[in-house]
């Protein structure tokens, strides 16, 4: 399975992105990268779902950096939303908008009419946790697309970002997280 480094719509959108995600930057593009890959060799993907698979990898988590918080799935739905509308491509606005809506969703996505919001939950998942879950891609795969595509403190981030949380909120569940 090849791993792809560049592609040139997520190459775009997170250029645009790159001042105000900072220093978390090459953390954020790495997981965007790896979590495009695992989606690819999960199944065999389409021209058109390849693009909505980057566009959605691309904004998934982008609610961290344009609203400053950890509750981040609505302005990150919001902010793919207005990006397709500028691209003219709202009419991928309801499924890319399921993708990163429901991408952290525990249980299995089950509306059949859109299989890539399933796919992309597991994709991140498989990034998220470390590779803890793997959905049958082979463990040497997953540790070729880690070494190829560096983590560069990206999950040391996401534990802050979890340990402030908690903290806060001891008792409730992080807000990113749909049962
Ligand atoms: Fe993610």
Redesign the pocket.
């Given at each position: 399975m090849s791993i792809e480094t560049k592609h040139l719509f997520i190459e775009e959108i997170l250029s645009e992105w790159k001042s105000r995600i900072g220093d978390d930057y090459p953390g954020y593009r790495g997981?965007v990268y790896r979590?495009f890959n695992f989606c690819l060799a999960l199944r065999s993907c389409t021209e058109e779902e390849k693009l909505k698979l980057a566009i959605a990898a691309c904004f998934?988590?982008i609610g961290i950096w344009s609203d400053h918080t950890m509750d981040y799935i609505s302005p990150s739905v919001a902010q793919a939303k207005q990006y397709l509308s500028n691209a003219g491509l709202q009419a991928w606005s309801d499924e890319i908008g399921l993708m990163v809506e429901f991408?952290h969703k525990v249980r299995t996505y089950g509306d059949e009419r859109y299989p890539l919001v399933e796919l992309f939950r597991k994709g991140?998942l498989v990034?998220?946790s470390l590779g803890f879950f793997t959905f049958g891609l082979p463990r040497r795969y997953i540790r070729q697309v880690k070494k190829a595509i560096p983590n560069s403190g990206f999950h040391k981030f996401l534990m802050q970002g979890a340990t402030d949380w908690f903290s806060e909120h001891p008792l409730s569940p992080p807000p990113f997280m749909k049962w």
């Open positions: 997981h979590v998934h988590d991408h991140d990034d998220f």
